[in-house]
């Protein structure tokens, strides 16, 4: 039996048949030509040729431009055209195509043939928690802000007060690469010591990730060379370099670490309504299928913004069980492939006052991240910590911030500062 691998587009165009471009699309990006093969050639290349699954035309309302013309289709690509691995699945469905007018690929399923070649994170959403020994609440992650220039002191100073205002997890800044004033080994060497004095105070565990940055060649042996510095995690920049190197990166098996995915330069592809790869594909879909334990995207709330409902969809890529729903096509019953879950952290401009619109979205399966909400607290960055832990326990106490904050001075002054969004 022929396995396929789905992808749904989303097609603009004010008088096309749509049904006649969703038969070019699936033998265009398959066979190339169909109707012409003599009828012996025909029984040979059946199962190359990509199948039209279905064609849901919008026609425009009363009073709707007419620019608003747009069908969804889909289409399914037979297993035996492609290898397994994402570069191949992504040129096969969206390679010429995704430059032929206004069409964006708005969502893929895999077949469970294609999908048993990702294991997926390593740790996921409980690894990440068990590392940290914290099952109850939100995590709380904070972000170096201004490290490009600085040298090592400066560095360790700044993470140790990151560490000390009580949060789980601190990434590096994703434009910090190697250079010659913080180089990763001694990076890790003295934000890892810096850790211990804060863990040494807060009783917490801490998760330092790494930026994992150079040539694609090296980014294996620098990943191991940072994990024999020590290193606890690793952040990822996964759209400059490409989602298979992101699959080699985690399925590899001496990198014994999680991986943060960073989004830099998913702007370039997910916003557009007409064009690109949609939010939950890009950042949800194959980011979990690639392997990042834990991915940033922009929140509906904060400086950088999502639509909520592109939000919910990332979120429900990265978590659900239901794989057989949402990532596999035409599943045998018996077929029973995890994917372990990816932790998903809504980011930039992210402050205490967002917290409870946060908590309310995502529940306690979510990482409250911060840069600028962290360090720019008026008291400074250890009460910019302690602000954030104060509105998530407030929160899943359900207690509100305004309430609470009159018993915890950091809360309330950053209230002052940012205000509550309800
Ligand atoms: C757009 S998601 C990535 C967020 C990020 O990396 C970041 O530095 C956000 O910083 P902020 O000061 O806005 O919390």
């Not at 098996?253 to 939010?279: D, F, K, L, V």
């Amino acid at each position: 039996m022929n396995a396929y691998c789905l992808a749904t587009y989303r097609s603009f165009d004010e008088k096309a048949d749509f049904h006649k471009k969703a038969t070019s699309i699936a033998v265009g990006l398959t066979v190339g030509s169909w109707t012409e093969l003599p009828e012996a050639q025909k029984a040979q290349m059946e199962k190359h040729l990509g199948k039209v699954i279905s064609v849901e035309v919008h026609e425009p309302a009363q009073g709707e431009a007419i620019s608003n013309r747009y069908a969804d289709i889909t289409i399914a690509y037979p297993d035996v055209n492609f290898s397994r691995d994402i570069p191949a699945l992504l040129v096969t469905v969206f390679g010429k195509l995704s430059m032929d007018g206004k069409i964006k690929l708005i969502d893929l399923s895999f077949s469970s043939d294609f999908l048993s070649a990702f294991a997926g994170p390593k740790f996921g959403m409980q690894g990440v928690r068990d590392l940290l020994g914290v099952h109850d609440r939100p995590l709380l992650m904070s972000i170096f802000k201004s490290v490009v220039g600085y040298e090592l002191p400066a560095l360790r100073e700044q993470f140790y007060l990151q560490a000390a205002g009580g949060v789980d997890l601190i990434k590096d800044d994703e434009i910090l690469f190697e250079n010659p004033l913080t180089p990763l080994e001694k990076r890790i060497e003295i934000c890892l010591e810096a850790a211990a004095q804060a863990t040494k105070e807060t009783g917490q565990k801490l998760l330092y990730a790494v930026n994992l940055t150079g040539p694609t060649s090296k980014l294996a042996a620098q990943a191991k060379k940072a994990i024999s510095a020590g290193a606890n995690a690793l952040l990822f920049n996964v759209l400059a370099y490409g989602f298979d190197t992101l699959h080699e990166l985690s399925s590899d098996p001496e990198i014994t670490i999680p991986i943060m995915a960073h989004p830099a330069m998913a702007g370039a592809t997910y916003p557009s309504p007409h064009y690109g790869i949609s939010a939950s594909v890009l950042l949800g879909k194959l980011m979990r299928l690639a392997g990042a334990d834990l991915v940033l995207f922009p929140s509906p709330y904060g400086s950088v913004v999502m639509p909520r409902e592109e939000n919910m969809a990332i979120k429900h890529a990265l978590l659900t069980d239901d794989l057989r729903k949402d990532y596999i096509y035409n599943a045998p019953v018996d077929v029973q492939l995890n994917l372990a879950s990816s932790f998903p952290v809504p980011s930039a401009g992210i402050h205490p006052g967002l917290v409870p619109l946060i908590l309310r979205d995502f529940g306690k399966d979510v990482i409250v991240n911060a840069g600028g909400g962290i360090h720019g607290h008026p008291l400074g960055t250890i009460a910019g910590g302690q602000a954030f832990r104060q509105a998530i326990d407030a929160t899943i106490q359900g207690k509100t911030l305004q309430d609470y904050a009159q018993i915890h001075p950091e809360l309330q002054s950053a209230i002052d500062t940012w205000g509550i969004r309800e």
